[in-house]
């Protein structure tokens, strides 16, 4: 195993009472005039977002608010983000939403810290030093980002979807109420199962031979997230089964899967690509591509997608466990309503030139690698996406 | 499941060369002058105080030492640390050490940011409101108290071993070298593996519903644990063994193995007053006393201790699968060479005084109860001492 450092300070509050907590956690945590930051319509029409502007106003702490994130976060509205900061002299962002937004408020507080353009930390050209302090309601869970330490934003300008990891963007609380979460559509639920699941999947698919503790918490995390998962698909309103998810989505990406080993994210950069291309949803993106990575990498090491199989999908041990597990979870992808091929997701076959621009701009020209479980490189990337495009 | 708070802001940086980071962690959290607080000679014996001194010196951060906590960590000592740190004006303290010294040390941050006694936060008289900042150099996987926001400590003169519960205990950082734990003595680590095994079997045995992603994690746990652990004690200087069973110490009493849920702590209770008698070792006490107590209280949830028999003890499912999962544990305690039973662990029985005394100290003159998954008053708590007396 490898030496490895475990830093998750965001302070968790959970539950129906959970929201009770917004005016003590702000000022424990220094906030003086807040960023409201926002996507669409459904947080303002759930009457979130005035609850929680009253109960701002109520503890005398100011305000000023920015809506409009959408999925995909664009650099074009962190960067309107940061100017309204700078010009109202906000010191806190409050995240009010689900990944989407907790990432746009990310890049907003490193952009106010920074004298650069922000989007240096994402192409590579520096690395961040500081950062504003964020802190989210959580409304959809899926990404995780309320404990990770990433930020992925898409320059569209420049047709890039990038990330910036630090522990300088780690929420300070996370405010997590599950009855929030009651009323989300079947696939918006379905894509965030799947990108629950991946996150830990991207850390179990590692070239280092695991920790056993690790290992077993990973795979415990992964086997519940699949089967809770589906019982929630069909029973979508029990709030049990919901705060189980939400809470999954936290831990499935604090670190705790993969402490001691080396991650892929592999299909994570492959589907950057595609919600870049076509605007896809990044949780139907990896059921797309999952399954076509798995077989195409299978071979580097046969007997961890044995383990996979049999302990995380419940496959009796037998010669062909590996690839039966690979197909258990395009089964459970299927019942769950996420595609899984690139027709599938995006209605048509990808052409030729599509997949070439999405290896292309992968990578970067083929200048750059992903993945470490296989390191994929342009060719390899090319090879995944016809799969997948079959 | 209830509502939940998750907070866990220890910096944890872990592995073989995690001892180069103390300069710099001590930097970050803010150390002036620090106190280096440690117990007998192993640390001084190992190099590692002398290494530590070193480091102080090289980067010019001042430092006085306090040796000598033992463990069931006293009073006593924590009153001298207090007056030293007060007359020194000291601003960090930092444990070197396991659960013993970092609950000392915790009780000398308490103690310089409180006029009052110390002891009141023990005896309930008050309510902790600020400690002084502590880091951990750990050696010795065992309490959890590195990540956890509990402080055990013992009151010689009144006789009494008492906890104290706040978040401004948990240690700002931890360093954990796994090399540092590979010479320690077999019962010591037997001792360790009872008690984090434990730590997460206090939270597993609740009377609530519990939440699925904490029931998978809490099992996945508990099971690596005995798994991993009794290849420990074959194979004791294998450094993947000692690293597993070091951070599954802190992963059973962070908070992670119990959201949603309330937990029990009952074995754990009645064990401090074996400590506190007889002067045990807490994890042997543990062992001495877990299948009484499991036996006791099973009638309240059979259904429990079936889930435990079967996914924690690879107990095959069947009538009688809860109750061989209980002596499926005591077969586990006898191999890793621990005591099952009051004459086991002092060479004695005890007198039926010594019982009620320990019963009396326990529910506080029959004031107090301990206990969820079943609340034991004193006549419950002298029962099980009886039972584990036979």
């Keep these: 195993m490898r030496d490895f450092v475990y830093y998750t300070p965001t302070e968790v509050v959970f539950g129906r009472k959970s929201e009770d907590s917004l005016i003590p956690l702000l000022n424990k ?39 409009g994130v959408v999925p995909n976060p664009h650099l074009s509205l962190v960067y309107e983000g940061i100017k309204l900061c700078r010009k109202e002299r906000v010191d806190f962002i409050l995240a009010v939403g689900g990944g989407s937004v907790i990432d746009s408020a990310k890049g907003i507080a490193y ?77 918006q639920t379905a894509c965030g199962i799947t990108d629950i699941m991946m996150h830990s999947m991207e850390r179990y698919f590692t070239p280092d031979a695991p920790m ?3 290992d077993s918490l990973c795979e415990g995390l992964m086997r519940d997230v699949r089967v809770t998962g589906e019982k929630l698909m069909a029973d979508p309103h029990n709030y049990e089964l919901r705060a189980s998810i939400m809470w999954s989505g936290s831990l499935a990406h604090n670190g705790l899967t993969g402490c001691g080993v080396r991650f892929d994210f592999g299909t994570h950069r492959l589907e950057h690509e595609l919600s870049t291309m076509y605007g896809v949803a990044h949780g139907a993106g990896l059921a797309a591509l999952w399954c076509h990575w798995a077989k195409y990498v299978m071979a580097e090491n046969p007997s961890r997608f044995r383990s996979f199989a049999i302990k995380v999908m419940d496959i009796p041990d037998g010669p062909e466990a590996a690839r039966r597990g690979i197909d258990a979870m395009r089964d459970f992808y299927r019942r769950i309503g996420m595609p899984t091929s690139i027709p599938e997701l995006i209605g048509r076959k990808a052409t030729r030139e599509e997949i070439e621009t999405m290896a292309d701009r992968c990578s970067r020209g083929g200048t750059f690698t992903v993945g470490a479980f296989k390191v994929l490189g342009r060719p390899e990337m090319i090879d995944i996406y016809t799969k997948a495009n079959e």
Aim: glycine letters at 12%; charged letters at 20%; a neutral charge.
């Design 29 to 67: 945590y220094g906030a003086g005039k807040v960023l409201i930051h926002y996507g669409g319509g459904s947080a303002v029409r759930s009457g979130l977002i005035p609850k929680i502007k009253a109960m701002l106003d109520s503890a005398g702490l100011p305000w000023v608010e920015l809506g």
């Design 111 to 187: 952009g106010i810290r920074y004298d650069g353009d922000v989007w240096d930390f994402f192409d590579g050209k520096a690395a961040p030093k500081d950062s504003a302090p964020v802190g989210v309601v959580l409304t959809i869970p899926a990404s995780g980002s309320e404990m990770s330490d990433s930020c992925v934003l898409t320059n569209t300008e420049k047709g890039q979807k990038r990330g910036c990891n630090s522990n300088f963007c780690r929420c300070r609380f996370a405010i997590m109420n599950p009855e929030r979460t009651l009323t989300l559509p079947d696939f």
């Design 212 to 214: 056993p503790i690790t």
